[in-house]
């Protein structure tokens, strides 16, 4: 499942006699250790039992809100070193583009300056939210943070609205 933020994703596989063979308790609710693999997606690893005989396999997911979920049973591949680099990069990009937008907005006393500013945080963190970046790598041992994230959504309104108001001088 490439979706690192759904609150809570319970993996459960079952042998053919119904007997449970392996079960994940995991979501964004929970530190980022207690996934199956360390990874930004949810990827739980197969029973050795199941490789020679069927197996059943649940999977339970729960979110706030709506969820399309899009399954596959295929192996293990870590993200490419490109991808990752390119991510960190964008992140770095952002990270400068804030920096400098704030400086700009102390310098001149502009308010669009600050706006941008708080644009660009905005973009930054619901980036770090969908990607599972900021999960993995920034808070790992606090998935409450997770939560506050979301308010990034409200900041991006606010902060889109307050930019266009002074580029239109409303």
Same mark, same amino acid.
């Given at each position: 499942?490439? /979706?690192?933020?759904?609150? #809570?994703? @319970? $993996?459960?596989?079952?042998?053919?006699? !119904?007997? *449970? %063979?392996?079960?994940?308790?995991?979501?964004d609710e929970t530190?980022?250790?207690?996934?199956?693999?360390?990874?930004?997606?949810?990827?739980?690893?197969?029973?050795?039992?199941?490789?020679?005989?069927?197996?059943?396999?649940?999977?339970?997911?729960?979110?706030?809100?709506?969820?399309?979920?899009?399954?596959?049973?295929?192996?293990? /591949?870590?993200?490419?070193? #490109?991808? @990752? $680099?390119v991510l960190t990069?964008?992140? !770095?990009? *952002? %990270?400068?583009?804030?920096?400098?937008?704030?400086?700009?907005?102390l310098l001149t006393?502009?308010?669009?300056?600050?706006?941008?500013?708080?644009?660009?945080?905005?973009?930054?963190?619901?980036?770090?939210?969908?990607?599972?970046?900021?999960?993995?790598?920034?808070?790992?041992?606090?998935?409450?943070?997770?939560?506050?994230?979301?308010?990034?959504?409200?900041?991006?309104?606010?902060?889109?609205?307050?930019?266009?108001?002074?580029?239109?001088?409303?």
């Amino acid at each position: 499942l490439a /979706m690192p933020w759904l609150d #809570q994703v @319970q $993996f459960y596989q079952f042998d053919s006699q !119904g007997v *449970l %063979l392996q079960q994940w308790q995991t979501g964004d609710e929970t530190p980022f250790a207690s996934r199956a693999i360390a990874t930004t997606g949810w990827v739980f690893p197969m029973a050795e039992q199941c490789s020679h005989a069927p197996c059943q396999t649940l999977l339970y997911v729960r979110h706030t809100g709506a969820v399309k979920l899009l399954l596959s049973h295929q192996p293990l /591949m870590a993200i490419p070193q #490109q991808q @990752q $680099f390119v991510l960190t990069l964008q992140f !770095g990009l *952002l %990270l400068f583009a804030i920096l400098l937008s704030a400086l700009l907005a102390l310098l001149t006393a502009r308010a669009d300056y600050g706006w941008l500013s708080c644009q660009l945080l905005a973009l930054t963190l619901l980036l770090l939210d969908r990607t599972g970046s900021g999960f993995q790598w920034l808070w790992p041992q606090a998935p409450r943070l997770n939560r506050w994230i979301e308010l990034a959504q409200p900041l991006m309104i606010l902060s889109s609205c307050g930019l266009l108001s002074r580029y239109f001088q409303l």
